[in-house]
């Protein structure tokens, strides 16, 4: 059965400056790999996926996230955090064989102070 | 485009009272999912549709959840009777088709059981 690990209950970051939020994975197969963000008493929203292809992926306000096969990684990272980034992370994976649902990690609290 | 669409945002009942949550997906999308998303962890999906066929009911406790997708478009979740630890917030997302595609969440419901 897939799994997804979010090592990570909160991470502090100063606006400005580069953030990472980690993620590691457990599949069948090869993996399809989400990150969600969620903000307060508001549902979960994309922000981007691997499915195949270059390991670097590029997603919605500046986020990216790297693949990394051998490590079993996808770390959300951007640049340069904003105060408006702070929010929930999720990480989710699925495999691409057969039917498998998507299963997220426990989330991420990132907060960007000023 | 509009999106995902669930009612009603919050609900309050007592234990073993039955209660029901309402789902519009974004027009075109074949695949329908319900989740329970409990407080401090990540969404666990409970049913997905595809079109009007169950998918996957696996993780739906289905002594007391249950959940329809007629004509394909809407969907209703039922839990009667309730449990307290049915508090959580359900969440309905829907998505061009399974696997690759990612899923776009409607805002949720937050169900508090007494």
Same mark, same amino acid.
């Given at each position: 059965?897939?799994?997804?690990?979010?090592? %990570?209950?909160?991470?502090?970051?100063? %606006?400005?400056? +580069?953030?990472?939020?980690?993620?590691?994975?457990?599949?069948? /197969?090869?993996?399809?790999?989400?990150?969600?963000?969620?903000?307060?008493?508001?549902?979960?929203?994309?922000?981007?996926?691997?499915?195949?292809?270059?390991?670097?992926?590029?997603?919605?306000?500046?986020? %990216?996230? %790297?693949?990394?096969?051998?490590?079993?990684?996808?770390?959300?990272?951007? +640049?340069?955090?904003?105060?408006?980034?702070?929010? *929930?992370?999720?990480?989710?994976?699925?495999?691409?064989?057969?039917?498998?649902?998507?299963?997220? /990690?426990?989330?991420?609290?990132? *907060?960007?102070? +000023? | 485009?509009?999106?995902?669409?669930? #009612?009603?945002?919050?609900?309050?009942?007592?234990?073993? &009272?039955?209660?029901?949550?309402?789902?519009?997906?974004? #027009?075109?999308?074949? =695949? $329908?999912?319900?989740?329970?998303?409990?407080?401090?962890?990540?969404?666990? $999906?409970?049913?997905?549709?595809?079109?009007?066929?169950?998918?996957?009911? #696996? &993780?739906?406790?289905?002594?007391?959840? @249950?959940?329809?997708?007629?004509?394909?478009?809407? @969907? =209703?979740?039922?839990?009667?009777?309730?449990?307290?630890?049915? @508090?959580?917030?359900? $969440?309905?997302? @829907?998505?061009?088709?399974?696997?690759?595609?990612?899923?776009?969440?409607?805002?949720?419901?937050?169900? =508090?059981? =007494?």
């Amino acid at each position: 059965a897939q799994s997804v690990a979010q090592p %990570e209950d909160q991470v502090n970051v100063a %606006e400005g400056n +580069p953030l990472t939020v980690k993620c590691t994975y457990s599949v069948s /197969g090869n993996p399809y790999l989400f990150w969600y963000v969620q903000y307060p008493n508001r549902g979960l929203q994309f922000l981007l996926k691997y499915i195949t292809g270059d390991n670097l992926v590029k997603g919605s306000y500046g986020f %990216e996230a %790297e693949f990394n096969k051998s490590q079993t990684s996808f770390h959300l990272k951007k +640049p340069s955090a904003l105060v408006s980034d702070s929010a *929930l992370y999720f990480c989710a994976v699925r495999g691409n064989t057969g039917f498998q649902k998507l299963v997220f /990690g426990t989330g991420t609290r990132l *907060l960007v102070s +000023p | 485009e509009a999106g995902v669409a669930q #009612s009603p945002r919050y609900k309050i009942i007592e234990k073993r &009272q039955s209660v029901a949550f309402w789902c519009n997906p974004i #027009s075109g999308h074949a =695949t $329908l999912y319900w989740y329970q998303q409990i407080l401090g962890q990540g969404p666990k $999906l409970l049913i997905q549709f595809q079109n009007n066929g169950v998918v996957d009911d #696996s &993780q739906l406790p289905k002594d007391r959840f @249950s959940a329809e997708r007629l004509k394909g478009v809407d @969907s =209703t979740l039922k839990i009667q009777p309730a449990k307290l630890e049915d @508090s959580a917030v359900y $969440l309905c997302a @829907s998505s061009l088709g399974r696997q690759i595609y990612e899923q776009y969440f409607g805002p949720g419901t937050r169900l =508090t059981v =007494t």
